[in-house]
């Protein structure tokens, strides 16, 4: 199966794609990322499942019907549910990157069996932090958000890269991996996971304690190379002791799946087979 569809929610339409064959898949991407992000994990895991990929509403594809209005969490995480119900009428498996582990988050809590397995990896989260990290993560995303609109891209860009311990100077990859330039659809998606994505971040109301009592076999998962004092990768340390079981480790760093695509795609195999 290969497709390329759109779909009707509240408020927009959604851009989506689905490859491959076997039990359904949705990833959930972070940042500007839309479904052509994913593309060189998704080749990887064609042989054995059928992948969703998206456009979140406001990148790429997916437009609102009132731009000026942006987009909450809960209508992200909404808008991934509904993706579900176009797409299986079975509990299916997710993998939510960063942004798109917090939606995955949402939907584990309030639409129960939607989700038999959900991949957390680096959520960015700040709720799960203790009190005095909660605040001072929420504070840096309205900084970046501030400086977005102060000194534009360039600036943010790297500043944002620091925040998620990413060197992309010195960034491991594995070979024959596809380059994605900062063309004017990355930067456009960008400037919209920016101006409204981090506010939304703050303002989200995450009930964190009903994730323990949620049906979804909740998976939390850091990046290799990730330094342990990225906030993404607390959140994931926190997310993991609130639900009492393991972390699981992934090749790469925040963004391994973009960077280490066929060691990742191994990872998510062995961990939906286990």
Request: net charge negative.
């Amino acid at each position: 199966m290969n497709t390329a569809e759109m779909v009707r929610v509240p408020g927009a339409k959604l851009y989506y794609e689905v490859r491959g064959n076997g039990p359904v898949l949705l990833i959930s991407q972070s940042g500007e990322g839309d479904a052509g992000r994913s593309r060189d994990l998704v080749d990887h895991l064609v042989a054995g499942y059928t992948v969703v990929t998206y456009d979140r509403r406001g990148l790429s594809r997916s437009t609102l019907d009132d731009p000026a209005a942006g987009a909450t969490v809960a209508e992200h995480a909404d808008d991934v549910r509904r993706l579900l119900a176009e797409v299986t009428d079975e509990p299916a498996a997710m993998l939510g990157c960063s942004f798109g582990a917090v939606l995955g988050l949402h939907v584990a809590i309030g639409h129960p069996g939607l989700l038999h397995t959900l991949i957390a990896h680096e959520p960015v989260a700040p709720r799960l932090l203790p009190d005095e990290l909660r605040v001072r993560q929420e504070r840096e995303l309205i900084e970046l958000r501030d400086l977005y609109r102060k000194e534009g891209l360039t600036a943010t860009f790297a500043e944002v890269a620091r925040v998620l311990g990413i060197d992309p100077a010195a960034q491991e990859t594995e070979p024959g991996i596809a380059r994605h330039p900062m063309d004017d659809r990355r930067k456009a998606n960008f400037a919209f996971f920016v101006e409204n994505d981090f506010g939304a971040v703050v303002q989200d109301t995450l009930e964190v304690a009903a994730l323990a009592g949620s049906p979804t076999r909740i998976i939390p998962a850091v990046g290799r190379a990730t330094p342990r004092t990225v906030f993404d990768h607390r959140c994931a340390i926190e997310l993991a002791a609130l639900l009492g079981v393991d972390v699981q480790e992934f090749p790469g760093g925040h963004n391994g799946n973009l960077t280490h695509p066929r060691a990742y795609a191994a990872r998510i195999r062995d961990l939906l087979e286990a």
